[in-house]
């Protein structure tokens, strides 16, 4: 897999937020040394935020997100403000740009970034026209309590400043190390369980079975793949049972039934969800399902935006799992995409898939959203083992 084939929900996300006419585009432009965005005089040039996957030497694949300045007006300002507060989901770094001393708004969006744990990175703009630019460096550290440099994307002052800013503050905890992790490493057999029903992309396998599948290679572990109706003779073909068995989640139960006892097993929504949310408030918030009851509503929310088919995951097999349990009075509501409530509060219990198409900051982002609201958060793969009766029994990275 080539640097440009990284999928965007593994790259840094960078967002740019400043003013309207502040020199959002042209920083991105002067940061990335190509014309990446459009560049205008006229306030208000960016509408919604623009998405610009990039290679940063030091920082390696990230995204640079163009968002809407924060101080638009109208009714059509208001969305687009709006939509730039959705961008802040997805932000792993902010750079704020500054004209000036800060003003109070400035100051509000600074402190909103950190409320969401966002480290935030000063930049003055336009250093070559301003008469007093060190004092409104000076004035931006002290106000809002951040690093700040001095930057011309006319004349390109400060950009390698900003890139060496950018690397200082990659954040620790930015995409963990592994999807799989401690479960399989050098020279161990791997069998995956990859059942192509029709959700399947024709000719194509699934994000996760793709990334696991070359991280696993990476990994130099030996890989046998079978479909479900396909296992038992996957598993009489090896000299001795595999170490590890991945699986898709619609078959844990099948799977763990035909198992060999010294086989380690997981799923691919498993191993994602440790990869990009916290897969220990996941099993734990797994079990509000004992609590649920005909009077319950759950929120089933997926990344993919695919046009729902039959035996479809998130909008069939596990309301069909969950109202067999429960109760067909159970109250299931069903989103896609970036389309999740504001306020989660009226549910008993929320339901993420696997989240390959989004960030690791994105998911998380939800998490707390649901953590603020006391309500409780799991994960596709989590929910069907337990309601298998196998999460004690399988294995998490």
């Known amino acids: 897999m080539s640097l440009q084939d990284t999928p965007r929900s593994n790259r840094l996300h960078i967002g740019i937020f400043g003013k309207r006419n502040s020199g959002k585009s042209s920083l ?16 208000g040039t960016t509408t919604d935020p623009v998405y610009k996957s990039m290679e940063i030497h030091g920082i390696g694949p990230c995204v640079f997100i163009d968002t809407a300045g924060f101080d638009d007006i109208g009714e059509i300002g208001k969305l687009r403000v709006s939509q730039t507060r959705k961008a802040m989901e997805k932000t ?20 909103t970034l950190k409320e969401n744990r966002i480290p935030v990175l000063g930049v003055i703009n336009k250093a070559d026209v301003l008469d007093n630019a060190e004092e409104v460096r000076r004035s931006v550290e002290e106000d809002c309590k951040i690093q700040a440099a001095l930057v011309s994307a006319l004349t390109g ?30 020279g161990d057999t791997v069998l995956l369980v990859m059942p192509q029903d029709i959700q399947a992309p024709k000719g194509r396998l699934i994000l996760p079975q793709v990334q696991i599948l070359r991280e696993l290679l990476d990994k130099k572990c030996i890989v046998l ?14 000299s001795r049972p595999p170490k590890l068995i991945i699986t898709d989640s619609q078959v844990f139960k099948a799977v763990y039934d035909k198992k060999p006892p010294e086989s380690m097993l997981t799923s691919f929504s498993v191993l994602m969800a440790g990869y990009k949310g916290d897969l220990e408030y996941f099993v734990e918030s797994a079990n509000a399902i004992e609590r649920l009851t005909e009077n319950s509503r759950v929120l089933i ?32 509501d069903t989103v ?52 298998a009766g196998i999460l004690n029994k399988i294995d998490l990275p």
């Open 28 to 43: 991105i432009n002067a940061l990335t040394n190509q014309t990446i965005a459009v560049v205008s005089d006229v306030a």
């Open 225 to 238: 793949s079978a479909t479900t109706d396909k296992l038992e003779q996957a598993l009489a073909s090896l």
């Open 92 to 111: 792993d770094i902010a750079l704020m740009l500054f004209c000036g001393k800060p003003d109070p708004v400035e100051l509000e969006w600074v402190k």
């Open 301 to 332: 929310a997926e990344a993919c935006t695919h046009a729902p088919l039959a035996e479809d995951i998130g909008r069939e097999k596990i309301p069909s799992f969950l109202r067999e349990r429960v109760g067909q009075g159970l109250k299931i």
């Open 336 to 387: 896609a995409g970036t389309d999740f409530p504001e306020n989660v509060e009226d549910y008993d219990l929320i339901i993420h898939c696997g989240g390959c198409m989004f960030n690791r900051k994105y998911v998380l982002s939800r998490m707390e959203k649901a953590r603020r609201a006391n309500v409780p958060m799991s994960n596709y793969g989590v929910v069907i083992a337990w309601l």
């Open 157 to 186: 002052e400060g950009i390698s400043e900003v890139r060496e800013a950018l690397i200082r503050a990659l954040p620790s905890d930015f995409e963990n190390e592994s999807i799989t992790g401690r479960l399989a490493g050098e």
